[in-house]
């Protein structure tokens, strides 16, 4: 059983930088997909960033790009999302996911992913 937990939400000010985790268990995440995605009120969950377990591919929303970086660490298991340069509209549940098919084609869509987080709050005050 794939286990996916984040931490690193909070209250921050605009222009400030935050650090998300991901920590993932439960099987061998190398040949897995793994992201990014956040939700606000109201709205749709859209992607944020994407990466490849076995290479580090990586990939961003366009509204984040230059921001945030997406990264992991094999020896811990964990996936990390380091947020730089927040904005008001960054505030958002944000979402751990992991796929265990074939992804990168479907990487922006919530459907190409079969595991889930439970999601951590982001709010940025401006």
């Known amino acids: 059983q794939v286990q996916l937990v984040e931490s690193g939400g909070g209250l921050v000010q605009a222009g400030d930088s935050l650090r998300l985790s991901c920590a993932a268990s439960?099987?061998?995440?190398?040949?897995?997909?793994m992201g990014w995605f956040r939700q606000a009120p109201g709205k749709d969950r859209e992607f944020v960033a994407a990466?490849?377990?076995?290479?580090?591919?990586?990939d961003y929303a366009d509204s984040v790009k230059g921001r945030f970086t997406i990264s992991r660490d094999g020896a811990k298991n964990t996936v990390y999302l380091q947020m730089d340069s927040l904005k008001s509209e960054d505030s958002a549940v944000y979402y751990c996911?992991?796929?265990?098919?074939?992804?990168?084609?479907?990487?922006?869509?919530?459907?190409?992913?079969?595991?889930w987080g439970q999601g951590t709050q982001v709010t940025v005050s401006s």
């Open positions: 990466i490849t377990w076995s290479v580090g591919r990586t």
């Open positions: 996911a992991a796929s265990s098919r074939p992804f990168w084609s479907g990487r922006y869509r919530a459907g190409g992913y079969n595991y």
């Open positions: 439960g099987r061998t995440f190398s040949n897995y997909g």
